[in-house]
């Protein structure tokens, strides 16, 4: 019987720590968009 409730706990870890790489993965993506658009504005208001 302690067995189902460790291999439910196992899966549902490994679960939240997939979701983590994934938000952190979406974070990373988020911030580069951002520094792309940030270089773009500035590129575009020295050459004004």
């Known amino acids: 019987m302690t067995s189902k409730p460790l291999s439910l706990f196992a899966i ?14 979406a974070g990373r993506d988020i911030e580069n968009a951002g520094e792309t658009v940030t270089d773009t504005a500035q590129d575009v208001e020295q050459s004004l």
């Not at 549902?12 to 993965?25: I, M, P, R």
Request: proline share 0%.
């Open 12 to 25: 549902l870890a490994l679960f939240a720590l997939s979701a983590c790489e994934t938000v952190q993965g």
